[in-house]
Every structure is written in structure tokens, then in C-alpha cells.
């Protein structure tokens, strides 16, 4: 059986970086496969998903040596639009995907843009709605679905034209546990149909009997291949050590609170109203300090709003928040309180890693020295004058 995709000798730069992204990688996937591929953040999975579906190197500008073809197409010399029938995309934020504020219509754009008729796309569409049970999100705006949902509407917008080969970057990243749920069922109902579906993935345990095969990349490299069974056998110490998480799914431990203990940060009866609506009331917690405190829930519960409003970015509408057991504004919290958005796109202001550690300081050498000296903890200093645009 001919390979549905071949990657032989692949090395590839982006335009601007020092270093290759990819080095000497040769990988095959027979059609109807589910390949996974794993690894570190910076290893080349999503540069390696870029130059299988072609954005890399068009829209990804680089220096590409080998040869990289999948669904018969060549990374480098195939046009964009010859990859559009043939390999559907799915990213990590499917907000960037979107053409259209009405999910019918996002889903018939494919087929619209191909010039199909009128009557098949709108038989498409409502084959395709039926076919992952998503009839309930038509018609609806994307801006009013929960993160899953978009996700729903992305994946389902990537198969209208009925694509031999599906690569998803990160799909998974930002949705609760019932919509990995949901992205599960509708991979195994392309992989039912015959389709190939490559995976750019942290999280392993939700491809639990769908995924075929593990390919681990580190430094640009594939280290190794294993099956699903290999990979279940392998040793936990040997799979934490290649920063992989559980390939099966593990139950939550609940440790108890500190007794005695000042809380480092306490809400009490937290109220947010955005635009007349509300977001969440009465909300009561407490983090300690030492302790990694997770906010869960499903995506629009409101778990994004009360981290914003936690670190005084958004005001409350009634409520308090106290921290070391002192109570604090809006204005005070947003010196005490650092956010970390899903999308780190959005709090990005420099064009280097060390200027955008420095944004708020004042330039002195010690703090210049600090910043040097956090860069060098995190494992980030080699970056350390790279844009933070160009980073994983």
C-alpha cells in the first residue's frame, strides 16, 4: 500500500532563526492511520503539522531540504489550494479559522470557496451537522459558542470536502473534559471512514484506542516510534523523563486545605456582571500559599472571567478579595497578581524575550541580572534575544 504521507531526510528552517526547527526527519503513515505526534513544547510538531498541510513553507517562510509529500503533494512546490480538498486543518485556537460569524455558514465556505453548487453544499452541510450530531449549533453566531463548540464547528468545517488527510495542532488545549469527550468521537468517526488523521499533541490519554501509533520528536528529531500497546508498557519513570503525560486517563487526588492557615488568596460572595449579564455570584474560595490551586469547570462557566477579575483586571460587582488576609482593590491586586491568558499572543509588547521581562522595570544592572538569571532557571536563556513571536 502506497504511504499517504513521507517525509524523507526533512530539514527546515523558518526565515530569521538561527537554528533548523526540524532536522533529519523521515516518518511514513499508511492511509486510515492516527498518528500522534509528541514531545516537548519546541520540538517541531506543529512545524512538522505546517509542512503537511502546506502553510509551511508559504505562509511560514523557510528554508525547506528533503522532501515532505502528503496526499500526493509536495511541501515547497505544491500550491496552497491544490492542499485544501485533500488535507483538512484543525489549530489550537479555532478562532483564527474562522471566515464567518454564522456557523452555517463557516461550514459551507469550503465548499463555497471550491464552487460547488448551491443544492450539494447545503446537502453537505446538513450531512456533515447529522453525521457529529452539531444540528443544535447551527445557525448560531461563533461568537456566542463556548470554546468547545468552536472547536466542534472547526473540525467540522475541515471535513466538507471530504479530505484524505487530517492534521490537528493542539486541538484539545483549551476544552474541558466533555469536550475532549466530543473531539474524540468525531476523530473516531473520521477514522471509521477511512481518513488519515495526524496529532500535534500534549495530552495523550483521550486517544486512547484511536491513536495507532506515538512518534516522539525533541530538538527538531523523531527519537523514537512506538504503538499504542508499546507506549502503555513503557516504564512511567521513562515517560516522565521524555515530559509525556498519561496515556491513559488517571483519576484526581483532593488534597485538603491548611488547617490554621492564612489563606494567600480568599474570595468571598464574588459577583461579575459584563454587559447586563451575569457571569457568576456568591463565588467562595481559597488558595494557599505552596499549594497549585485548579479552577474547573466547563468551557463559559466563567472560570476565565473570575481569574480576571481575581487579578483585578476586571472589577467586581460586589464581593471581596483578600490576599495574605488583606483586602485589595481592583488597582492593588493588578500589582500582586500576575494573569497568564490561554492565548499568550495577547501579552506580548516587545521584540525580545529579555525586553519583555524588563517592560515594567527599570533598567537597572541588577534587575538586568535578574531577568538573565530567571531565563537561565526556566530553561529560556538560548531565546533570551529572540522575538517572542518566532518561540512555541
Not at 476523530?187 to 471509521?192: D, E, I, Y
Not at 515530559?243 to 483532593?254: M, P, S
Not at 472571567?305 to 490576599?323: D, F, K, P, Q
Request: glycine share 8%.
Amino acid at each position: 500500500m502506497k504511504p499517504i504521507l513521507s517525509c524523507s531526510d526533512v530539514d527546515f528552517t523558518y526565515q530569521n532563526s538561527p537554528a533548523p526547527a526540524l532536522r533529519d526527519v523521515a516518518l511514513t503513515v499508511q492511509p486510515g492511520e492516527c498518528v500522534l505526534l509528541c514531545g516537548r513544547s519546541g520540538c517541531g510538531k506543529t512545524t512538522l503539522s505546517r509542512l503537511l498541510n502546506g502553510l509551511a513553507p508559504v505562509f511560514y517562510p523557510g528554508a525547506l531540504a528533503g522532501q515532505c509529500t502528503a496526499a500526493g503533494l509536495a511541501a515547497g512546490e505544491a500550491a496552497i489550494e491544490d492542499y485544501v480538498p485533500q488535507v483538512g486543518s484543525v489549530f489550537q485556537n479555532p478562532k483564527t479559522q474562522y471566515f464567518n460569524v454564522d456557523t452555517t455558514a463557516e461550514l459551507a465556505f469550503p465548499c463555497e470557496n471550491s464552487g460547488l453548487p448551491p443544492e450539494t453544499i447545503r446537502a453537505r452541510v446538513a450531512e456533515t451537522a447529522r453525521k457529529f450530531h452539531i444540528e443544535p449549533l447551527m445557525g448560531r453566531s461563533v461568537l456566542k459558542l463556548s470554546g468547545g463548540e468552536k472547536q466542534q464547528v472547526a473540525f467540522a468545517t475541515a471535513c466538507m470536502l471530504g479530505p484524505k488527510l487530517l492534521v490537528l495542532d493542539e486541538p484539545t488545549s483549551n476544552l474541558d473534559a466533555a469536550a475532549i469527550t466530543r473531539m474524540h468521537d468525531m476523530v473516531a468517526t473520521m477514522k471509521q471512514c477511512g481518513v488519515t488523521v495526524v496529532l500535534a499533541e500534549h495530552r495523550l490519554a483521550w486517544l486512547s484506542g484511536i491513536a495507532d501509533r506515538f512518534v516522539y520528536l525533541r530538538g527538531g528529531r523523531i527519537l523514537w516510534e512506538r504503538s499504542a500497546a508499546e507506549l502503555e508498557q513503557t516504564p512511567l519513570q521513562e515517560r516522565e523523563a521524555d515530559g509525556l503525560r498519561a496515556v491513559l486517563e488517571t483519576k484526581t487526588v483532593k488534597l485538603p486545605s491548611p488547617t490554621g492557615a492564612v489563606p494567600a488568596l480568599r474570595a468571598q460572595a464574588l459577583c461579575c456582571v459584563r454587559k447586563r449579564k451575569s457571569i457568576f455570584q456568591n463565588v467562595c474560595l481559597s488558595a494557599y500559599a505552596g499549594q497549585i490551586t485548579a479552577i474547573t469547570g466547563h468551557n463559559g462557566v466563567g472560570k476565565s472571567s473570575l481569574a480576571l477579575v481575581l487579578t483585578g483586571l476586571w472589577r467586581e460587582n460586589g464581593g471581596t478579595v483578600t490576599i495574605g488576609g488583606a483586602k485589595r482593590t481592583a488597582a492593588q491586586r493588578r500589582k500582586q497578581v500576575w494573569y497568564s491568558s490561554n492565548d499568550t499572543g495577547t501579552q506580548f509588547f516587545t521584540n525580545s524575550v529579555t525586553e519583555e521581562l524588563l517592560l515594567r522595570s527599570d533598567r537597572s544592572p541588577e534587575l538586568l541580572e535578574k531577568a538573565r538569571g530567571l531565563l537561565k532557571q526556566l530553561g529560556l536563556y538560548a531565546y533570551k534575544d529572540a522575538h517572542p513571536a518566532t518561540l512555541s
